[in-house]
């Protein structure tokens, strides 16, 4: 299969990295508004690939050269710096979108491609590149709290001293500041936490709660503290949704696509099936009511953010 990458700063490498390493494509193409940074690091990368799959790797300098990929993946734009939230993105980043979009349409199979887009703001980024590409809202996939819910999952992976593998518990809403975690269905193994908790003799009180919930949120901003910006967490994000679309692997993904039409259109994550084709099924998990009233804030603020781009 081949994959275009467009946007090959810190994240874009990594997840040219991580997409290789799948060997799950034949070929890669990497685009990038700064020429020479995508051809070192198509030249890096080619020779990472001599030690594992044989795959074409290229940088080109025209969008026509993506002709033939069935996912491109968006993730050019200005990356947060110290201190800065992601919606601070918001306008340098729509114009991101708006210069790529109508590009790689113009140079896609709409009837096949699906577009994964990782520039934050992530939401609404989503939104703006399905308004522009026109295609099926279930084509246009934010990897959304996928790596919101990772970190979730690691954090409770050490608290509770079980496998990620055996944890099943989402962060949904924005993939930003006004995520949410749903604890009311959150389980492990099977088990539902609080009886996990109870039968394990661990404690998880509301305040561990918290501030789980304040670590999740604020990954980003320590781990940008720390060394500039974040790239391998969201580029191993990226490869395993690869893996389940191009596997039609119909896994449980907390990703983020529109739903609704119009003055009502609104993308945010949610757990969402996807397979071969994309997004194939939207789930509502059992929440509290001030776990609904959480996700609906955290929605308001998205569409607010893309309403404040007209
Ligand atoms: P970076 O500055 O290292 O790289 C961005 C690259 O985009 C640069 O190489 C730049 O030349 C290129 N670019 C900018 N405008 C372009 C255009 N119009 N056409 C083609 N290329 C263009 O930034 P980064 O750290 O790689 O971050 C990239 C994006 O990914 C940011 O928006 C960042 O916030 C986002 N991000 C998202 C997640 C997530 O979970 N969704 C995680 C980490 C980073």
């Known amino acids: 299969m081949k994959i275009s990458i467009i946007g090959i700063g810190s994240v874009g490498s990594a997840v040219a990295t991580a997409v290789a390493n799948t060997g799950l494509a034949h070929e890669i193409v990497l685009f990038d508004r700064n020429g020479v940074r995508a051809r070192a690091a198509a030249e890096d990368l080619g020779h990472a690939a001599a030690f594992s799959y044989d795959i074409k790797i290229t940088a080109v ?39 790529i979009v109508p590009r790689v349409m113009a140079n896609v199979d709409s009837k096949n491609v699906k577009l994964v887009i990782v520039t934050n703001p992530l939401d609404v980024m989503v939104m703006l590149a399905q308004k522009i590409s026109k295609l099926p809202p279930a084509r246009v996939i934010g990897t959304g709290t996928m790596l919101d819910s990772a970190r979730l999952r690691t954090i409770l992976s050490r608290q509770l001293s079980v496998s ?12 930003g500041d006004s995520s949410m975690i749903v604890w009311s269905s959150a389980c492990v193994g099977g088990i539902d936490l609080n009886s996990f ?47 389940c679309i191009i596997n039609d692997e119909r896994r449980i993904l907390t990703v983020s696509t529109v739903a609704g039409s119009g003055a009502s259109a609104l993308a945010m994550s949610l757990p969402r099936i996807v397979g071969r084709g994309g997004v194939i099924t939207t789930l509502m998990p059992r929440m509290t009511s001030t776990e609904s009233a959480a996700l609906r804030r955290s929605g308001k603020i998205i569409r607010k953010n893309y309403d404040s781009l007209k």
């Open 61 to 99: 300098n025209t969008y026509r050269a993506i002709r033939g990929s069935e996912i491109v993946i968006i993730a050019a734009g200005a990356n947060q710096k110290p201190g800065q939230t992601r919606t601070d993105l918001l306008h340098a980043n729509a114009d991101v979108i708006s210069d």
């Open 164 to 175: 990620t593998q055996s944890i099943n518990a989402y962060v949904l809403g924005e993939h």
């Open 197 to 243: 908790c109870r039968q394990t003799k661990i404690s998880l009180p509301q305040t561990t709660r918290n501030t789980i919930e304040h670590r999740v949120q604020n990954a980003a901003y320590e781990i940008i503290r720390g060394r500039g910006a974040t790239w391998d967490g969201i580029a191993a994000a990226v490869a395993d949704l690869l893996r």
